[in-house]
């Protein structure tokens, strides 16, 4: 028997006041087990699919599912760009719906809705989500540039120093009144990506001159970054390190 049709059935003889609650209650479940069969069924009852059905899905990286839902309730980007859905999944690192998401995306506000996304996956230091969006970008740009004139304001073509500071500024907020586990490491990951994708490593070593982080300040040096432009009492601390201290 398939029990999916049955529940089915029977959410549709329940009364209309409290029928969407419970069939979006279920519609949550299904998204969450990524069971697709039991959200067709759920979906074909006719109620639109609710905020936390859709975030749950992007939580759980199910890209089927939330093309299934999108169908049936396409999302919108005409809100802040730091809290749309793609923003969401960058902050999750759910590369998948980030995928199925791009194929969605408005032409007109492409920079301003993948700058969005991109704050929200530096915040997180999500070094997965970071380089999914600039390998999604680089993938869908020869497509919007047929669709329309070629796309401008991109993420590659943006100054990646405001990723640095968005980094930073998040490390720092973390660690201020608590100690986070392992969250030196991923800064330390982000900082380099973005150094390696064009941010400046001497903006970076400005950044982190106060972080206790001798592999990152000696590869920041390495990579260019100019001692001489670090203000005191950073720079003194890096010449320290930097001479064995």
């Given at each position: ?15 209309d ?39 749950e ?9 939330l ?50 996304a991109?704050?929200?996956a ?97 590869w ?26």
């Amino acid at each position: 028997m398939d029990m999916s049709a049955v529940l089915a059935f029977r959410l549709a003889k329940l009364p209309d006041d409290f029928q969407g609650e419970v069939t979006n209650h279920f519609l949550t479940i299904a998204a969450i087990e990524y069971h697709l069969r039991l959200a067709k069924r759920l979906l074909a009852l006719g109620d639109v699919p609710s905020s936390i059905t859709f975030r749950e899905t992007i939580r759980c990286d199910h890209g089927e599912m939330l093309r299934l839902l999108a169908a049936k309730a396409p999302p919108t980007f005409d809100q802040d760009p730091r809290k749309t859905v793609l923003a969401e999944a960058a902050g999750f690192g759910s590369l998948e719906c980030m995928r199925v998401l791009f194929e969605m995306l408005p032409l007109d506000r492409l920079g301003t809705l993948l700058s969005g996304a991109m704050n929200r996956a530096c915040n997180a230091l999500n070094t997965d989500a970071i380089r999914g969006l600039i390998d999604l970008e680089a993938e869908f740009r020869p497509k919007w540039a047929i669709c329309s004139d070629e796309p401008s304001h991109l993420l590659m073509d943006s100054v990646k120093d405001d990723w640095l500071l968005d980094v930073y500024s998040s490390f720092f907020f973390r660690t201020r009144f608590s100690a986070h586990h392992g969250i030196l490491d991923k800064l330390v990951d982000c900082i380099r990506l973005i150094v390696d994708l064009g941010g400046s490593p001497t903006f970076a070593l400005q950044l982190v001159s106060k972080v206790n982080c001798k592999e990152l300040l000696c590869w920041l040096v390495a990579r260019g970054g100019k001692l001489d432009q670090v203000p005191e009492p950073g720079r003194a601390k890096i010449r320290e390190m930097l001479s064995g201290g």
